[in-house]
């Protein structure tokens, strides 16, 4: 493990010889800056994910590739407050996004009004959300 006073970056081998870097963020500001830079610097977006850590705080995943480099960027907050908004950079996000509204109900910011329900679920209820 390579340790920086910013950030810790794990290097580890995944499928198709790509290099993965795990990035740990320390808050929403630094996960987003990493991602722009990212998408200057050409990277796609491979996905989006979000786990509940427990009671109080939920992770969320971002994963982004270019050429055979890949980096996971992990950003642990608070499950009281609503995701960065990540479609803003990466437009594919929204989905992902809206998929994680649909599935544990967390909202993301700047985009309450446009949420998308693809599920018909009866209101108020999340599948994934632990209870």
């Known amino acids: ?30 996960l987003l800056t990493h991602l722009t830079e990212d998408k200057q610097q050409g990277y796609r977006l491979l996905g989006v994910f979000m786990r509940e850590v427990d009671a109080k705080d939920d992770e969320l995943f971002v994963v982004t590739q270019k050429d055979a480099e890949k980096k996971m960027y992990s950003f642990v907050h608070s499950n009281q407050e609503a995701l960065p908004q ?41 599948p994934k959300r632990k209870l």
């Not at 493990?1 to 630094?30: D, Q």
């Not at 910011?109 to 018909?120: A, D, G, M, S």
Request: proline share 4%; hydrophobic share 30%.
């Open 1 to 30: 493990m390579i340790l920086t006073n910013r950030i810790n970056i794990i290097p580890f081998y995944s499928h198709r010889n790509a290099i993965m870097k795990s990035i740990i963020c320390k808050n929403e500001s630094e």
């Open 86 to 126: 990540i479609s803003n950079i990466y437009y594919d996000a929204f989905m992902y996004q809206n998929e994680i509204y649909d599935f544990y109900g967390k909202p993301t910011k700047n985009t309450e009004n446009y949420i998308l329900r693809l599920h018909t679920y009866p209101d108020n209820y999340f």
